[in-house]
């Protein structure tokens, strides 16, 4: 417990009786689960039923602490480390991937569905699918376990994404992220019109703008004139090779901007 103390600044505090019913409640145990649950509960019944509730106190103590250790690991992650070996992650959008162990975290569609291709030349599909310590693969439809396949009865997996699921996803992404105007510091609303985001090198290196407004654009042309080459601000980046390239082409809009702002911090005028 002072090693928790230590790392959050202060124990944890203890589950209220209401909120351990509660939970309990609401959590919904397959069959087989519900039926050993309740045999449990008829071997261990007492008079006043202080033994469960003894029992139950325990089992909230031990998820508090798996929600302490999950905690720390996405506070972990959120700073772009691995939570296994603390090199530094690839942050994509929708994924997380350790090259140095292996580590990785990726979100699944929802929509879409979820192919098993069989190594004798057949598919599963079904809408989640999980692969367990052992290497089976879990296919899952409506909930249901559709199939449970051996790790040497499959060849991969492919998650089907649709455009309109993408679309949605990175809008999302888009309505989370906090820009700044270049120019005058206000928020630049990527749906707003007006809006513009540049690629411009002020020296060696590419740098990344984004305004809120026509105005501000203009602004900071006339004060800031790019001094690699004088049509810095026209020229298509992918046919252009004065400068360091420190992000992707200026097409992927709203994807690479919300990719790139996973490592981003603000920036600063330049002086």
């Not at 939970?23 to 006043?48: F, H, P, V, W, Y």
């Not at 798996?66 to 929708?94: T, W, Y």
């Not at 630049?188 to 809006?195: I, N, V």
């Not at 990344?208 to 800031?224: G, L, N, Q, T, V």
């Amino acid at each position: 417990m002072p090693l928790l103390k230590r790392i959050f600044g202060r124990e944890p505090e203890p589950v209220p009786d209401e909120i351990e019913d509660e939970a309990l409640e609401k959590t919904i145990l397959q069959q087989e689960q519900q039926e050993n649950l309740e045999q449990d509960i008829s071997i261990l019944e007492d008079d006043d039923g202080t033994r469960e509730q003894r029992l139950q106190k325990v089992a909230a103590k031990e998820v508090q602490s798996a929600a302490e250790d999950s905690l720390k690991k996405l506070h972990v992650i959120k700073m772009g480390r691995c939570p296994v070996c603390g090199e530094h992650l690839h942050q994509h959008l929708f994924a997380a991937i350790c090259e140095a162990c292996g580590w990785h975290k990726f979100d699944m569609p929802k929509g879409g569905p979820v192919r098993v291709h069989l190594r004798s030349g057949g598919i599963v599909e079904g809408e989640r699918s999980y692969v367990v310590k052992t290497g089976s693969c879990l296919v899952l439809k409506n909930d249901l376990v559709l199939a449970k396949i051996p790790r040497d009865a499959y060849d991969w997996i492919e998650y089907v994404w649709n455009e309109g699921e993408i679309e949605q996803r990175h809008k999302q992404v888009a309505d989370r992220l906090r820009l700044s105007c270049g120019w005058c510091g206000g928020p630049a609303d990527l749906e707003q019109d007006g809006f513009h985001m540049v690629h411009v090198a002020f020296g060696a290196s590419q740098e990344r703008y984004c305004f809120c407004c026509d105005e501000c654009f203009e602004a900071f042309r006339k004060m800031y004139p790019a001094r690699v080459h004088r049509d810095c601000y026209e020229r298509n980046c992918t046919e252009c090779n004065l400068c360091i390239k420190r992000y992707g082409d200026e097409s992927e809009g709203v994807h690479m901007l919300a990719k790139d702002y996973l490592s981003m911090t603000r920036k600063k005028k330049p002086s």
